[in-house]
Nanobody, 115 residues
Framework: QVQFVESGGGLVQPGGSLRLSCSVSADIFRNNAMGWYRQAPGKERVLVASITRHWGVAHVPDSVKARFTISRDIAKSTLSLQMNTLKPEDTAVYYC????????WGQGTQVTVSS
């Protein structure tokens, strides 16, 4: 059974930090590259960070590279995203999924950056 359960979002002021977590079905986590995606209001869902299946190499686009860190705990089948120096434009619903994605999505976790 495919399962993605995201948590850790919330309301934070600009410049603040959040750490997102995603609990993933063990089989899915073990056999796939994983990623964090976000969807801002009125926009398409985009990939913001990924980590390879083998060796756990992280890939983060330049737009957030200095602020976002993706990591994983293989033993717990958990994917994390540490987000620092948050900006209002980071406001979105954040999801985890495989890379490339499966058709199934979890409920996501809302991140709102506002003063």
């Amino acid at each position: 059974q495919v399962q993605f359960v995201e948590s850790g979002g919330g309301l934070v002021q600009p410049g603040g930090s959040l750490r997102l977590s995603c609990s993933v079905s063990a089989d899915i986590f073990r056999n796939n590259a994983m990623g964090w995606y976000r969807q801002a209001p009125g926009k398409e869902r985009v990939l913001v960070a990924s980590i390879t299946r083998h060796w756990g190499v992280a890939h983060v686009p330049d737009s957030v590279k200095a602020r976002f860190t993706i990591s994983r705990d293989i033993a717990k089948s958990t994917l994390s995203l540490q987000m620092n120096t948050l900006k209002p434009e980071d406001t979105a619903v954040y999801y985890c999924n495989t890379v490339p994605t499966l058709d199934y999505w979890g409920q996501g976790t809302q991140v709102t950056v506002s003063s």
